[in-house]
Every structure is written in C-alpha cells, then in structure tokens.
C-alpha cells in the first residue's frame, strides 16, 4: 500500500528532455532552466556507448537471478561493494528492493564478481557524462569553468553506483507470491527522499515506476526509456546553487508483472571538501546566503543517521524559523 496525500498527475507533465547533440549553449540552457524548475531531466543523445549500457545491464540481471543464498554470499573482501535487500540504510527504512552497492574509489573493487569489468566501463562512461553535465550547468550559472565537475573527477571523491532490482508486485524475495488480493496494490520499491550527493545519473529498463515531486507537491510519473538518462539535482548541488537549483524529492513504486532494473550513479565530492554556495550565487540584497558551509563528510554523516523522507537541508540554512 502507498502512503501519501499527494496527487499523481499525467505522466511525464514537466519531464524536460535534453538533447545532448544541440548547439551547446541550448544545452546549457535547457539543463539550467530544467533544474531550477523541477530539479529534473532526462538527456538523449548522451554519447554513452550501448555495448557498455547494454552490458552493465545484462550482467546486473543475471546476478539478481541467482538464488538468495548465493548473492548473499557475495561478500567483498575490501568492503567496497555490498549486497542487500529490503532494509534501506541503518534507520528502519525499507521496500520491495534488492540491490548492489559499489565504492568507487577503487578501479578494481569488484575484482571477484564476474560483473566486474561491466561495472567498470560503466562506471568510467556515467562518470564522464556526470562531468559533462556539470560542465554544462557551470556555463549556464555563468561560474568558472570546471567549478562543478572538478569536485568528482578527484581520485578520493566519494561517489557510488548503486543496482536496484524491484521484483514484480505479485512476487516477494526468495519466490514467495502474495494472494491475489495483495498482488493487485502497488508497493513502494523505494520511498520518497532527495540524493544527498551533487548529481544523480540514473537509467532504467523499459519498466516503470520512478515519480518525481513537482512544484506543486504531485508526484509526476517518469516514462521508462531505456535510451535515455535521467539526471537529478542532489542536496550539495541546491546549497552550492544557493537554493537556484532543486533537489528533487522522489520514489519509487512497484507494480505489475515485470521486474525493474535500475542503475544509478551518485556523484559526491571527496569527504573533506567544504560545500556552501558559490559566490556568484550570492548577493546581499536579492540572493542571500541561505546555507552554511560544511564539509560532506559532515552532511553524509548527518544524512545517514536520518529516515529517508526527512529534510536535511533545513538543518544547515544559515536562518532558522
């Protein structure tokens, strides 16, 4: 059963889309306008390779179609990588989600997988348009260049990818099914929260189930295209933006028969660099500071001792109602 007073709309209503082959001032435009007004978008034409996304995929599920006992066996020995399911962090979050967690720091983390060399090469191709995109909104803000991306392209930058596999409605984990009654509600697969991090770069199978919040507080559905990217503002990239920028509020929902793969990709900075809202986002008249600076090692640390629907931006605006 979902929870939740909020409207869902008609779908893809203010979903933007992106065409990275546009003239690149248009492309800079269009991701500065799209973040600001939903925190959102999806990009086509993102120059990631297919064999490489096509491979990551096929890989992922033929990991989450061994028994239990084998993927829970999977442990690291460096504790880069970690398999889970159903609990969501440490705080007594849940849902209808098993997955894979990934470290980044290391090339060569999930050596004793035999997915290891698909998640590589992922990795190396999101991160680079997750630095491209950044690029881009750095022009569109009128920065510096590489004033964005440089915070993820350092060798200690604290990034993840994480795999969700959402199982179909009517099936719960270890190939137990729900009465038919049950199997007809929708189930949340994962529940409402914002990325802590700068920038999300997700892509799904052609199933869906993402829903992102609007302005109005009405979950908008994202129509599945597996050709596509979809692009989220995070939590560090509002407070750098000095609040210009949204970080969407989203979830995810499980229903029907299909599986729903997704793979994304979290970009964050290195845990000792200090975030707080660039000085061109800030005037002393019309765009005060709203937030403070703090370091992500300190907002990671305060984001995971949270519940997932909790607000943690409002804990370091720079005035307190």
Not at 166 to 186: E, I, M, N, V
Not at 196 to 204: D, F
Not at 243 to 263: D, M, N, P, Q, Y
Request: charged content about 20%.
């Amino acid at each position: 059963m979902v929870k939740g007073s909020q409207k869902i709309v008609a779908v893809d209503q203010e979903i933007p889309i992106v065409d990275m082959s546009q003239e690149r001032s248009l492309v800079s435009m269009k991701i500065v306008k799209a973040c600001e007004t939903l925190g959102f978008f999806k990009v086509v034409n993102h120059g990631v390779d297919q064999t490489t996304i096509s491979r990551m995929e096929q890989e992922s599920i033929n990991f989450f179609a061994k028994p239990v006992h084998e993927k829970k066996s999977a442990r690291p020995v460096n504790q880069l990588f970690r398999y889970g399911f159903r609990d969501i962090g440490l705080n007594g979050d849940s849902g209808e989600v098993e997955y894979l967690l990934f470290h980044t720091i290391d090339p060569a983390f999930s050596s004793q997988l035999s997915l290891s060399s698909a998640v590589n090469c992922y990795i190396e191709a999101v991160k680079q348009l997750a630095r491209e995109i950044l690029d881009l909104m750095a022009e569109g803000l009128g920065v510096p260049p590489h004033t964005l991306s440089r915070l993820i392209s350092s060798v200690d930058s604290d990034s993840v990818l994480r795999v969700n596999h959402y199982p179909p409605s009517d099936q719960l984990f270890g190939g137990a099914t729900l009465s038919d009654k049950s199997a007809s509600l929708t189930k949340v697969g994962f529940g409402e929260h914002t990325d802590p991090q700068i920038l999300t770069v997700l892509r799904s199978n052609g199933v869906g189930g993402l829903q992102v919040s609007n302005s109005d507080g009405m979950w908008v559905p994202v129509s599945p295209d597996p050709s596509a990217f979809c692009v989220n503002v995070g939590d560090l990239l509002q407070v750098m933006t000095n609040g210009r920028f949204i970080s969407v509020r989203h979830r995810a929902l499980t229903f029907g028969k299909e599986s729903r793969l997704s793979t994304a990709y979290f970009a964050g900075p290195p845990l000792q660099a200090k975030i707080g809202p660039l000085p061109a986002m800030v005037t002393s008249v019309s765009q005060p500071r709203l937030y403070q600076t703090f370091t992500w090692g300190e907002y990671k640390k305060l984001a995971y001792s949270l519940r997932l629907e909790e607000s943690r931006l409002d804990m370091f605006r720079t005035c307190k109602d």
